[in-house]
């Protein structure tokens, strides 16, 4: 799967939940592998902030990023938005200190990406794939987050509030391609018990019956309702009865917590990636989120590459016999055993290293170790396949290495050992050259890396 963008630029504009201002933001296409970024063009030299984990400085009522002197809050909605519609790259230019807050959903987000439509780019998507169990704990509010190993990217959300009106709800969200239908249009919501209090916190400046659903569930004075709604700047409401309070109706009977999967997404978007992954959130709230996410963004810093996905149970695409089809290479020098994954651009090997290897009788009879020039060789016979599975005549060619740079080696090869093999070209194919990225894994470590350039020959 290939990076995308916007095709063109797109405008939305509107108050600010937290400031009350009229904000314009400005979606543009970016290049490959920019990621989300925002920049503020109201501030001098209109700094850019990077839409990641890192960057979080605030999780009050959204999710705030911040870079030095220069913040943009509530960025939630948007970023759930193009990480649904499958957008990686995108620059966001914004007039305020935050996002404008709509209808206080994602629905006009979604609906202006599919009025412009979205375009492929050159470099490939990188997931983050979620390998094993994980949980996040909030032992001060009892919310959880767990994360377990999926083939695609799902969420569950479970919500609990000591309310008579909001008590438990839930939400699902099995495949993101029904984002649109399921959860774009939940809005956010507040406690009429919360307004005061936010207020004087010097937030919801710009929160309306039009942007937020608004939970009655504690009877109050009219006077004291009055007062609110004098402070909101909104009519005087005679509220009789318990419940929800907006002209419009919910869209959902769990609304609230469809709102709240959407903010996980939107979180989950500040991992710098799309994920594999089922999400498994219980009291969810803009924290925790970010303790997820920053967790995974701290894993990635000190990854290089991650391990592709191996299920020996599956069968493989191109087995030992197609290989040798596409390959001159014959015993003892044939070191691949197997493609398990392959597109134009990259390709995924396998090879089970034993003790018969007829190497190991030099290298070295007491302690045997896999040459790491034939872990090389390995990533080259795997680049090998990928550059000739798309020749129309590919036994009458061969491949052979220019030049090899960058040759890292992290751990050692023994028997027993199965090599995963991650090859990748960094460029187009230029005059039969090939320039490839190549990772050995065992299990989930890199025990090897090279950057090599190999050359397509037609034998004689």
């Not at 996002?99 to 206080?104: A, K, N, S, T, V």
């Not at 491949?399 to 090599?419: A, C, E, H, S």
Request: proline share 5%; aromatic share 6%; glycine share 6%.
């Amino acid at each position: 799967m290939n990076q995308l963008t916007l095709n063109s630029d797109f405008t939305v504009e509107g108050k600010g939940l937290h400031s009350g201002l009229q904000i314009k933001a400005i979606f543009k296409p970016a290049p490959e592998n920019h990621g989300y970024k925002f920049k503020r063009m109201d501030l001098e030299g209109e700094p850019v902030i990077d839409a990641v984990a890192e960057n979080i400085i605030d999780t009050t009522r959204g999710t705030v990023l911040g870079k030095k002197d220069a913040v943009v809050s509530t960025v939630e909605h948007a970023l759930a938005a193009l990480y649904a519609l499958g957008v990686d790259n995108c620059l966001i230019e914004v007039s305020g200190p935050e996002m404008p807050i709509l209808d206080g959903s994602a629905k006009q987000y979604v609906e202006a990406i599919e009025l412009v439509g979205v375009k492929e780019q050159n470099a490939d998507k990188e997931f983050f794939i979620i390998k094993e169990k994980t949980q996040i704990k909030d032992e001060a509010t009892g919310s959880t987050i767990t994360v377990y190993p999926d083939d695609s990217f799902s969420v569950e959300c479970m919500v609990e509030y000591n309310s008579s009106i909001l008590p438990n709800q839930f939400a699902i969200l099995d495949d993101i391609a029904d984002f649109k239908q399921e959860v774009a249009s939940a809005r956010t919501f507040v406690f009429v018990r919360e307004i005061q209090p936010l207020l004087e916190k010097n937030l919801i400046k710009g929160g309306d019956l039009d942007n937020a659903i608004v939970i009655y569930d504690e009877k109050l004075s009219q006077e004291k309702v009055d007062s609110i709604c004098d402070i909101v700047g909104v009519p005087h409401l005679n509220l009789n009865a318990l419940g929800y309070i907006n002209p419009k109706p919910l869209t959902w009977d769990n609304e609230p917590a469809r709102h709240k999967l959407m903010d996980i997404i939107g979180d989950l978007a500040l991992i710098g990636r799309p994920m594999k992954g089922r999400v498994v959130a219980i009291r969810p709230g803009h924290t925790i989120n970010s303790k997820l996410t920053k967790m995974i963004r701290k894993e990635l810093k000190h990854m290089d590459a991650q391990a592709p996905v191996y299920n020996p149970n599956l069968a493989p695409l191109i087995d030992i016999n197609g290989i040798k089809k596409l390959l001159p290479h014959r015993y003892p020098f044939l070191l691949i055993d197997k493609i398990i994954e392959i597109d134009k651009k990259h390709c995924v090997a396998v090879k089970n290293v034993t003790v018969n290897e007829p190497f190991f009788q030099g290298h070295f009879p007491q302690e045997p170790v896999m040459p790491g020039v034939l872990q090389v060789e390995a990533m080259a016979q795997a680049a090998g396949v990928l550059v000739l599975n798309y020749l129309e005549d590919p036994e009458s060619y061969s491949t052979y290495f220019l030049k090899i740079d960058n040759v890292k080696f992290r751990q050692k090869v023994v028997p027993g050992n199965t090599l995963l093999l991650n090859v990748a070209l960094t460029t187009e194919i230029r005059r039969g050259c090939a320039v490839v990225k190549g990772y050995a894994f065992v299990g989930e470590k890199v025990v090897c890396e090279a950057e090599f350039m190999a050359q397509i020959i037609k034998n004689k």
